[in-house]
Nanobody, 128 residues
């Protein structure tokens, strides 16, 4: 059974940094998974894909975070990270990691429908 557990959220001031982690269990991430994506959802807004990475290392980012966020993976630890720098108040949201086994093209990596397995979320709050 696939389980995803996020950690690393918290409260920071604008301009600060946080690193989120998503640990996968149940299957060896690098062998079975297609990849993982970080989504976020702010109150009253739709959930949006922020950054995604395939197990082959290819990545995709939302325009709103390019140059500030970086997604990476540690296959030995079955963990994907999201390094968030230069945080802005508009980055405030619940952040979720999602994963799946199915292969999808790069242009679908940030789409919710590409993922069947989701974590519980971790809150990120950025104050001005």
């Amino acid at each position: 059974q696939v389980q995803l557990v996020e950690s690393g959220g918290g409260s920071v001031q604008a301009g600060g940094s946080l690193r989120l982690s998503c640990a996968a269990s149940g299957y060896t991430y690098s062998v079975y998974f297609m990849g993982m994506c970080w989504f976020r959802q702010a109150p009253g807004k739709e959930r949006e894909g922020v950054a995604a990475i395939k197990t082959d290392g290819s990545t995709n980012y939302a325009d709103s975070v390019k140059g500030r966020f970086a997604i990476s993976q540690d296959n030995a630890k079955n963990t994907v990270y999201l390094q968030m720098n230069s945080l802005k108040p508009e980055d405030t949201a619940m952040y979720y990691c999602a994963a799946d086994f199915r292969r999808v093209p790069r242009w679908l990596l940030l789409h919710q429908a590409s993922y069947n397995y989701w974590g519980q979320g971790t809150q990120v709050t950025v104050s001005s």
